[in-house]
């Protein structure tokens, strides 16, 4: 019996390992590389659940929207059964909302647009994770960890408000690009 070569998904290139099934053993071959190696066994082990990019476009709108709208409805919410002034703490929120929009989010969405239309050219679909890049998730891994943290923190929601309404401003605003036809 032969030995073969895995092959990775990547189109053309080798994992470097000679799988040798009478022998029982694996060796390395010229060239081998770890990643190429994961490659292999992702494609082997792993198919990931794979969309149209319109579609894809339009959820990744829909995740950012209905985050947005979540952490302004806690805002909105914590001002209203607030004592005191709530006046500021909205206009803040607002204000800097904006600005979060503007000048953070509003890249993210049209970076995150970009990398969806240059995913997989030649292929009909791509991944349905990929409307953002591995560390957006890492990011959104934190954040959900500090907004938990703040929350159970003795810091009056009157002060979290403006924090929770400007991101969720920003989010807001921002999964309205994903809607628009352009690239």
């Given at each position: 019996m032969s030995p073969t070569v895995m092959s990775s998904y990547t189109?053309?290139?080798?994992?470097g390992l000679e799988l040798s099934?009478?022998?029982?053993?694996?060796?390395?071959?010229k060239g081998f590389r770890m990643l190429d190696l994961v490659d292999s066994l992702a494609s082997m082990c792993m198919k990931?659940?794979?969309v149209h990019r319109r579609t894809l476009r339009f959820l990744a709108g829909i995740v950012w929207c209905v985050v947005g709208l979540a952490?302004?409805?806690?805002?909105?919410y914590w001002l209203v059964t607030a004592p005191g002034n709530r006046i500021a703490p909205l206009l803040i929120g607002l204000i800097v909302g904006q600005l979060v929009y503007r000048f953070g989010f509003l890249r993210l969405a049209r970076e995150n647009k970009a990398r969806i239309s240059a995913q997989a050219l030649g292929k009909d679909k791509v991944c349905l994770f990929a409307f953002q890049n591995?560390?957006?998730?890492?990011?959104?891994?934190?954040m959900m960890a500090l907004g938990y943290t703040l929350r159970h923190l003795p810091i009056s929601r009157l002060y979290l408000a403006p924090i929770y309404l400007a991101i969720g401003l920003g989010l807001f605003l921002a999964s309205l690009h994903y809607?628009?036809?352009?690239?």
């Open positions: 189109g053309g290139r080798y994992a099934p009478a022998a029982g053993r694996v060796r390395r071959t990931a659940p794979a952490l302004s409805a806690v805002a909105v591995w560390r957006s998730y890492v990011i959104i891994v934190v809607y628009s036809g352009a690239e």
